[in-house]
């Protein structure tokens, strides 16, 4: 089957004063239609720089980024892109946040209204609508940026660390969040994150091991758990067990000899 997403050769280098500095090093990697990949690499790895590529907001110094097998050229309403930093427009509502991106695409109004109040449900900020993202939390902002993406409704969400600003408690319901939606739905997720438990906890089949210096593909370990993620699957002896091989890719890359 073609993949959703496929990185081939993709290698990324600034030219420095002096010097040329290999970012991503001939990364190939594929994402299959409606996986949920997660990617996991020490700071400075390439992560974000891989993911800007399939949102198309970078472009490769060399190879190439195909999304349904046609050269990705910018970005697109097919592609969803989350970034860490919840970029809201703070003299908008949460509503008027969510309908943003179906205005852009001419989306008529009473459409745009419906499918914006459905992803403001689902993300669990009906009660919140008409609030302006000053007076929410960063838990909830961050819903509010999910809910714009979801409103959308593209086939591929691009996540870069969505959570990794938030306190431990908001971070696991939202990752239990995103897997409801996803198993209802079953988008194609390219998940980024430095944290190995979800990491783990969030792919459905594999999660990638980045390494830096040259930024590369380190290892793909394979993830063979049931659904639903409950606590119990969390605290299984096969979740310990792949958490800690991502951990010791993660964090003993020079020890390690899984090659991807
Ligand atoms: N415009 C640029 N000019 C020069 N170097 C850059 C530029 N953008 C990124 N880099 C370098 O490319 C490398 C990869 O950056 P990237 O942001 O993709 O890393 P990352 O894995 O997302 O890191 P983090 O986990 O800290 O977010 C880094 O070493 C960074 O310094
Ligand atoms: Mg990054």
């Not at 209204?113 to 008409?130: Q, S």
């Not at 390494?211 to 606590?231: K, M, N, Q, S």
Request: hydrophobic share 40%; charged share 25%; proline share 6%.
């Amino acid at each position: 089957m073609t993949p959703k997403i496929s990185f081939r050769d993709v290698v990324k280098t600034y030219e420095l004063k002096d010097t040329t500095f290999t970012a991503l090093d001939h990364v190939s990697l594929d994402v299959a239609d409606r996986e949920f990949l997660t990617v996991v690499g020490p700071s400075g790895c390439g992560k974000s720089t891989l993911l800007s590529m399939a949102a198309g907001l970078l472009e490769p110094s060399a190879g190439q980024v195909l999304v349904d097998d046609a050269p990705v050229t910018g970005p697109g309403p097919d592609r969803g892109v989350i970034f860490q930093q919840y970029a809201l427009f703070p003299w908008l509502t949460v509503r008027h946040n969510v309908e943003f991106g179906l205005r852009i695409a001419s989306t008529p109004a009473p459409e745009r209204r419906e499918r914006a109040e459905r992803a403001i449900e689902l993300v669990g900020l009906g009660d919140f609508a008409d609030a302006l993202p000053k007076t929410l939390s960063g838990g909830m902002k961050q819903r509010c940026a999910i809910a714009r993406a979801y409103a959308v409704n593209p086939q591929v969400m691009l996540m870069d660390e969505p959570f990794g600003a938030l306190d431990a408690l908001t971070r696991v319901q939202l990752q239990d969040q995103l897997l409801t939606t996803w198993s209802q739905e079953q988008r194609t997720v390219m998940f980024i994150t430095h944290d190995v438990d979800e990491a783990v906890c969030l792919a459905s089949r594999r999660v990638v091991v980045m390494a830096a210096r040259p930024g590369r593909v380190h290892a793909v370990i394979d993830v063979d758990l049931p659904y639903p993620r409950t606590e119990d699957v969390r605290l299984s002896p096969e979740f310990t067990r792949i958490r800690n091989e991502v951990w010791h890719a993660v964090y003993h890359q020079n020890l390690t000899t899984t090659a991807a």
